[in-house]
């Protein structure tokens, strides 16, 4: 048996990030072997990481990145806002971002892409930094957004540092208008849609199912009304445009200017530019959104870790 001195002990932990006791565990189990070492504890990680798989995940950041006339945005999920505010956690999330861009949003390839930095590819990365960090983290989401001619503008909510916060969104607007003019309208559109939280970009794009859904509400409140079916079917059609005004980006009041619409707003910034402009697409990513987050009882936690009941 080899003996196991405080040098490998401690030389194994800067290497792997682990605890001393596990590296000292590790190093005992492989009788020393450094190499042997570091892969026994990357199978206690990973076995670490999957007991923590279960765990709810619905804190963490989003994080947009554009370049040239293309943009992705990324959703990485953590436990604990704690574990958001971390530094290696942060370097993860743009560098996703920044991975995104590479394989058009796909997330499957996003997760086997090989950080041309860690020469790991981004799964392992996070799953090592489970093991790490201690807590359950998700590369939720990716998207990617592009154009030909024109620009993708980007917006950061609640931001933690540039491109990285609570809610990205990205616009892409082509046409032959100046660039730079293009993407501060870009960036003013984007401020808009965190704000309201648009499900389309036109009328037309409104899925069938949601519409229909606004319909039979609609429809059964306003006969619940005790009026004529002719009018009823007035009613309901006043209700869907008034519903296509608060969900459909185009039909919305545009924020900065609420006398005017969005599509308004960009037909005008085409006439007084002498240009073609159009709203080509946008994506939108809110931290958390459709996940449940767990309600915490520190009270009752710390009783019962101590013993007690609270």
């Given amino acids: 048996m080899a003996e196991i001195t405080a040098s490998m002990v401690k030389t ?6 682990a605890g001393m006791l596990d590296c ?5 189990e492989t009788n020393g072997n450094m190499d042997e070492a570091v892969d026994w504890l990357r199978k206690k990680g990973l076995a670490s ?44 999330v743009e560098n996703s971002a920044k991975a995104a861009l590479a ?3 796909d997330l499957d390839a996003l997760k086997t892409f090989v950080c041309p930095v860690a020469q790991k590819d981004m799964g392992t990365i996070l799953t090592d930094m489970i093991a790490k960090i201690g807590e359950n983290m998700n590369l939720r989401r990716s998207a990617y957004i592009a154009v030909e001619n ?34 501060e309208l870009g ?42 079916a002719n009018i009823v079917e007035k009613m309901v ?20 200017d609420p006398d005017k619409k969005v599509k308004d707003v960009v037909a005008n910034f085409a006439k007084e530019n002498n240009a073609e402009v159009k709203l080509a697409g946008f994506i939108c990513f809110k931290l958390g959104e459709g996940l449940q987050k767990k309600e915490e009882d520190f009270a009752s936690e710390v009783a019962a870790q101590l013993g007690k009941s609270a």
């Fill in 24 to 28: 000292k565990k590790a190093l005992v």
């Fill in 187 to 228: 960036k003013h559109i984007a401020m808009h849609i965190a704000a309201t939280n648009p499900i389309s970009l036109n009328i037309a794009e409104v899925p069938e199912d949601a519409v229909n859904r606004e319909k039979a509400i609609f429809s059964e409140q306003a006969l619940a009304s005790g009026k004529p």
């Fill in 150 to 183: 024109g620009v993708v503008s980007s917006y950061i909510h609640n931001a933690a540092k540039p491109n990285l916060g609570k809610i990205g969104v990205l616009v892409a607007l082509e046409g032959n208008a100046d660039n730079e003019k293009m993407q």
């Fill in 49 to 92: 990481a999957a007991k923590k798989a279960g765990r709810i995940a619905a804190e963490g950041l989003v994080s947009v990145y554009v370049e040239g006339n293309a943009g992705a945005v990324v959703e990485v999920n953590s436990e604990t806002d704690f574990v958001a505010k971390n530094d290696i956690f942060q370097d993860y």
């Fill in 12 to 17: 194994l932990r800067e290497t792997s990030g």
């Fill in 103 to 105: 394989v058009k949003g």
């Fill in 237 to 256: 059609e006043g209700r869907i445009r008034k519903y296509y005004e608060e969900v459909v980006l185009e039909e919305q009041n545009f924020i900065m």
